[in-house]
């Protein structure tokens, strides 16, 4: 649909920000609205991504390529691969080569940010619209 391509940024966070406070929010819902916007920024560099990603959470760029089990950085890296499965459609292994780990890990990933919007987890929501924010200039 051409007219989520000529939507404000203004606009496109004010409709992130009325979806995440539904009472019957619906993650799958959201993403249906997004990919035709966020189709065009398959063009957007891998390093800003991933600077996106980390800024959201507030981590370290560095973090995002060590091994590390703390949930802000594990969150960091999860937007990323999220982001670049579902709105630009990268294949599971091609995003695990980049952070030299199994396809299912960047599936449990993907997954987990849809599963953190659907119960509404607030790390995830948070980092989401900010991630959103960053990823959209």
């Known amino acids: 649909n051409s007219r989520h391509f000529k939507m404000k940024k203004q606009e496109l966070k ?8 539904k009472d ?3 993650p799958y819902d959201l993403i249906d609205f997004f990919d035709s916007y966020l189709i065009s920024q398959k063009n957007i560099k891998r390093k800003d991504v991933i600077e996106a990603a980390a800024k959201a959470v507030g981590v370290d760029v560095d973090m995002m390529y060590k091994r590390s089990r703390k949930r802000d950085v594990v969150t960091a890296k999860y937007l990323y691969y999220w982001h670049y499965r579902v709105f630009v459609g990268e294949t599971l292994r091609r995003i695990g ?4 780990i199994d396809h299912s890990s960047v599936l449990h990933g993907v997954r987990s940010i849809k599963d953190g919007l659907l119960f509404k987890d607030e790390l ?3 980092s989401v619209i900010k991630f959103n924010n960053l990823i959209g200039k």
Request: charged share 35%.
């Open 14 to 21: 004010d409709r992130l920000q009325t979806e995440l406070n």
């Open 24 to 26: 019957d929010f619906n």
């Open 97 to 100: 080569l980049e952070f030299n």
């Open 124 to 126: 995830i929501t948070k």
